[in-house]
């Protein structure tokens, strides 16, 4: 931490269970892991939503618009009754707007990506972003990537070929808007590290939302492309995948500040595992034998990263 920022940043890693020296405290750690469970069950929870307002013939760009415009608002709206100023200083405001052009690009990639492959590879491409975060942390100086992390996370993404394997008819289109998708969230793992050191989670969260919010909105507007839900199934679809993404947005970011990004990236890798959950419960998809294979060495690839030796906690530069 920079002796610039002062009493700002000691408060802010006090109150994120981070030390002077930059470790986390371990009830910091679990904080983290209790965000990012609650992190994994609702973004793991949305892409079901999702396919309900597209099954109802909602377009892309209306998705996005009313995701950002509800999760914005939810945001917003939390942030006030908890009388919390979303009001930073303006050397936060260039962090901040990139994460938000992250954020907007990654969700659009994303959803678009599913019009053009199975979601099964959509998910498999996309959820390479953990190994791109890991060496991205390391030569920035966030975390350190030793062998040990380096095998989780082999491991992790080797559990969700698995669990997301199945018609691998790939479309080239697709799998670039995936992989496109992938890079902006790795991108947005890595940005919004510094800004949770010294931001809450709920301002973050506030830009991350209202920027992309305007920019879709403004776009749809002058597109004329804005379609509505024409049926109550469509209007749950858009609200539940709209709702998921505002609570997962806050507790993920609140988890990278005690996790840091590599191993926030990593463990989030349980989020196919609840899709996956989320998608036999509400659309009666079934899991085949294989997926819960694959589960499993999910679980194997998260307890690797998780059950550090205390020299190598010690041994962290960071998160």
């Known amino acids: 931490m920079s002796s610039d920022q002062g009493g700002v940043q000691s408060s802010n890693a006090s109150a994120s269970g981070v030390s002077a020296s930059g470790s986390p405290k371990p009830a910091g750690d679990l904080v983290g892991y209790a965000l990012l469970g609650v992190t994994g069950l609702f973004f793991g929870t949305a892409p079901s939503f999702a396919k309900m307002a597209f099954d109802g013939g909602i377009d892309a760009v209306s998705l996005q618009t009313f995701r950002f415009i509800i999760a914005f608002a939810t945001v917003f709206a939390t942030a006030q009754v908890l009388r919390h100023s979303p009001i930073v200083d303006r050397r936060h405001l260039p962090g901040l707007i990139l994460l938000a052009l992250c954020t907007a690009t990654a969700s659009y990639c994303y959803m678009t990506a599913v019009k053009h492959v199975s979601v099964a590879v959509a998910s498999l491409t996309f959820f390479t972003f953990p190994l791109i975060v890991g060496p991205l942390s390391h030569l920035l100086g966030m975390d350190r990537l030793n062998p040990r992390k380096l095998i989780a996370i082999i491991v992790a993404f080797a559990g969700i070929c698995l669990v997301l394997g199945g018609d691998l008819d790939v479309n080239w289109t697709g799998v670039a808007l995936a992989f496109t998708a992938s890079s902006a969230v790795a991108a947005s793992f890595v940005v919004s590290r510094p800004l949770t050191q010294a931001l809450p989670s709920l301002t973050i969260t506030t830009y991350a939302t209202g920027i992309p919010c305007a920019l879709y909105l403004l776009f749809g507007l002058a597109q004329s492309s804005i379609m509505l839900p024409e049926t ?12 998921c ?75």
Not at 232 to 243: E, K, Q, R, Y
Not at 248 to 255: M, Q
Not at 259 to 287: D, K, T
């Open 232 to 243: 109550m199934a469509t209007g749950i679809g858009v609200i539940g995948n709209s709702l």
């Open 245 to 319: 993404y505002a609570v997962g947005s806050v507790c993920l970011y609140g988890s990278i500040a005690r996790l840091g990004a590599l191993r926030a990236a990593v463990l989030i890798n349980i989020e196919p595992l609840i899709s996956v959950a989320a998608a036999f419960l509400i659309l009666g998809q079934l899991i085949a034998p294989l997926q819960m294979g694959g589960g499993v060495i999910v679980i194997l690839g998260i307890l690797l990263m998780t059950s550090e030796r205390g020299l190598d906690r010690q041994g962290r530069t960071s998160g």
